[in-house]
């Protein structure tokens, strides 16, 4: 299964950072394009951003254009989410995925309060 395991949330104050990790250990993730999302209390789950193969290539929301950033370090087998400026409607359950497959992992929860 192309499972991948998520890391790095937590609780932090408004306009502060996380960095977020999401890692492969029974599959090399070089090959594939690799999803973040985010689903908040009572919402559905949401895009965050997106990071190609090999091209390296990112997407991202709308909304968080400017704030978040999606890296990967393939020697390291897993994919980065930088959070910054973080605000309370960015508390959520993150999650990553391999993009086209339907495995999803437990996340790592990211609450933004004060």
């Known amino acids: 299964q192309l499972q991948l395991v998520e890391s790095g949330g937590g609780l932090v104050q408004p306009g502060g950072s996380l960095r977020l990790s999401c890692a492969a250990s029974?599959?090399?993730?070089?090959?594939?394009?690799i999803g973040w999302f985010r689903q908040a209390p009572g919402k559905e789950r949401e895009g965050v951003s997106c990071?190609?193969?090999?091209?390296?290539?990112?997407d991202y929301a709308d909304s968080l254009k400017g704030r978040f950033t999606i890296s990967r370090d393939n020697a390291k087998n897993t994919v980065y989410l930088q959070m910054n400026s973080l605000k309370p409607e960015d508390t959520a359950v993150y999650y990553c995925?391999?993009?086209?497959?339907?495995?999803w992992g437990q996340g790592t929860q990211v609450t933004v309060s004060a």
């Open positions: 990071i190609s193969s090999n091209t390296y290539n990112t």
């Open positions: 029974r599959f090399t993730l070089d090959y594939y394009a």
């Open positions: 995925k391999v993009n086209g497959y339907d495995y």
